[in-house]
């Protein structure tokens, strides 16, 4: 079975990541799928492929904003890239609502909003045992950890700009130690692996990725 993938702040980035995310889904490479993947339609937001179940692909998608406008927008942007972005549920100013129906969360707000975010009432309960993924530059991880639960698993991300077009190169954080480490590294290479090259690397030479 698939996982339920959760866009919390989908502003520009956001939209690139599930856009990238969407179409490596609808266009598989025929190199790691043998051929186009089918999918089948049951509750919205769902779309369940027909075949063997992979645990690092996504089958619910989720999409977070802060405003009824900006998430008409937003539906607009998806149900324009076919089925599978026909079936993203976005909501607004429903932060937690989405988290608690996730399992791998993206981090994708304005830096200067992410503790307000994490903080919210319930919100630190609904990310107990999930992985969130922080594409927000200038937060630490040790900020980060210090939002959420201890049980979170937390990586950051840093995609750069070429990444809006699916030419770009993500650097990732090394995976923190659990039972679910290979199967969080799978789901993190082929989140960004859709939007162009992904690497892991130490959070300490971070800020030298963002400056190249």
């Given at each position: ?62 999409a ?23 079936s ?11 988290v ?34 922080s ?17 979170t698993?937390?990586?950051?991300a ?47 030479h971070f ?6």
């Open positions: 079975m698939g996982y339920s993938l959760c866009i919390l702040g989908c502003g520009t980035m956001g939209i690139a990541v599930l856009s990238g995310v969407l179409d490596s889904l609808e266009h598989p490479s025929t190199k790691i799928l043998n051929g186009s993947a089918k999918w089948e339609s049951h509750t919205p937001g769902t779309l369940t492929p027909v075949g063997p179940p992979d645990a690092s692909v996504p089958t619910r998608f989720l977070c904003v802060s405003r009824t406008e900006s998430a008409a927008k937003l539906k607009k942007i998806f149900s324009a890239l076919g089925p599978l972005g026909a993203v549920e976005v909501l607004a100013s429903r932060n937690v609502e989405a608690q129906a996730a399992d791998v969360v993206i981090l994708c707000c304005k830096p200067q909003l992410a503790h307000t975010i994490l903080v919210e009432a319930g919100m630190k309960e609904a990310l107990e045992g999930k992985l969130m993924i594409i927000l530059a200038g937060i630490t991880m040790r900020q980060l950890t210090g939002w959420v639960a201890p049980t698993r937390v990586v950051r840093m995609p750069n700009t070429p990444c809006k077009i699916r030419e770009g190169m993500t650097v990732v954080s090394n995976l923190p130690a659990s039972d679910h480490e290979e199967t969080d590294g799978a789901v993190i290479l082929k989140i960004f692996s859709s939007i162009g090259r992904c690497r892991f690397l130490e959070e300490k800020d030298a990725c963002t400056a190249l």
